[in-house]
T-cell receptor, first 114, second 114 residues
Framework: GDSVTQMEGPVTLSEEAFLTINCTYT??????LFWYVQYPGEGLQLLLK?????DKGSNKGFEATYRKETTSFHLEKGSVQVSDSAVYFC?????????????FGQGTILTVHP | DSGVTQTPKHLITATGQRVTLRCSPR?????VYWYQQSLDQGLQFLIQ???????AKGNILERFSAQQFPDLHSELNLSSLELGDSALYFC?????????????FGAGSRLTVL
């Protein structure tokens, strides 16, 4: 079945440091890939997405590239801020459709210190 | 405010009891998903409804049931509660806007079983 594996957390960084959160997946067909962010006490919010190989999703300085050859969708940001402290989830939707359930990774807690 | 409303926000109950969690989707969204978030299992898909009909089932226990009503709100019923059912339960609704299918999460209902 479908699965998503994220790097173990928590991740602790200083402000302006470079961020990478690794994500790899197993899925049949050509899944769509997503990163969601969860701030304390809130629901998940879509951060970015990519729907086909070599697509790059980007938003708020975050980027991730859909790499079919390595089945990966690593999240990166060049300079993190304290306000980026949150839990980040990698997810996929299989089947090549825009509807249907998402399969999530276990989440990575990011803490950014001033 | 994401537009997806979940009630109650917090619920504390005892083992063996039954509770109902409610979700009101974003206006115009026909599809509702339920997810369970726990420390050991991460985010698990439970069930999906579309316009009142069950569309997909995930890791939902037999003690749990759900339905979507004609006004599109959904309820998740949890019965014979066990300590392990303590978790954050998220509802998400999906609809087509601005040229894309958008999945929007509510803030969740935190269930504590004592």
């Amino acid at each position: 079945g479908d699965s998503v594996t994220q790097m173990e957390g928590p991740v602790t960084l200083s402000e302006e440091a470079f961020l990478t959160i690794n994500c790899t997946y197993t899925a049949t067909g050509y899944p769509s890939l997503f990163w969601y962010v969860q701030y304390p006490g809130e629901g998940l919010q879509l951060l970015l997405k990519a729907t086909k190989a070599d697509d790059k999703g980007s938003n708020k300085g975050f980027e991730a590239t859909y790499r079919k050859e390595t089945t990966s969708f690593h999240l990166e940001k060049g300079s993190v801020q304290v306000s980026d402290s949150a839990v980040y989830f990698c997810a996929l939707r299989s089947g090549g459709t825009s509807y249907g359930k998402l399969t999530f990774g276990q989440g990575t807690i990011l803490t950014v210190h001033p | 405010d994401s537009g997806v409303t979940q009630t109650p926000k917090h619920l504390i109950t005892a083992t063996g009891q039954r509770v109902t969690l409610r979700c009101s989707p974003r206006s115009g969204d026909l599809s509702v998903y339920w997810y369970q978030q726990s420390l050991d299992q991460g985010l698990q898909f439970l069930i999906q409804y579309y316009n009142g009909e069950e569309r997909a089932k995930g890791n939902i226990l037999e003690r749990f049931s759900a339905q979507q009503f004609p006004d599109l709100h959904s309820e998740l019923n949890l019965s014979s509660l066990e300590l392990g059912d303590s978790a954050l339960y998220f509802c998400a609704s999906q609809g087509f806007r601005s040229g894309a299918n958008v999945l929007t999460f509510g803030a969740g209902s935190r269930l504590t079983v004592l």
